[in-house]
């Protein structure tokens, strides 16, 4: 197996995992509304918006077109919500586990961010 067929297969995965967070946005949306900092108005229409913006990443990853444009708009997306819901959160939090919890979520926020922009940065 070559280079560029394992970037092709890790590029798919990588969109298959954000199809599946974007149906937790849609199956949770209620319960994910509620992680939305009050100062951001209209939480829910904020959860079905990321839910539609991580589907039309992943779509641009499979069909392999727009692939740059996706990728950075969609590292700058999860680096957002990493600094305006996640860290916050873990700042916030008054329990421990939901401290560790918090952290979790803004460190895989981090790294996916970070795998966005370097997808977005090599096509």
Known sequence: MN???????S???????????????FANA????????????????WVYLTGVALILAAISFIINKQVRLAGLLLGTLLLI??????LPGMIHASEDLIKWQSMG???????????AFYIGSKN
């Open 3 to 9: 280079n560029n067929q394992i970037a092709r297969i």
């Open 11 to 25: 590029l798919v995965l990588y969109a298959l995992v954000l199809l599946v967070f974007a149906s937790g946005h």
């Open 30 to 45: 209620a319960k994910m509304s509620n992680a939305i900092p009050s100062f951001i108005p209209g939480a829910l229409f």
């Open 81 to 86: 919500f990493a600094l305006l819901v996640h």
């Open 105 to 115: 979520d803004l460190l895989r926020d981090l790294a996916m961010a970070a795998g």
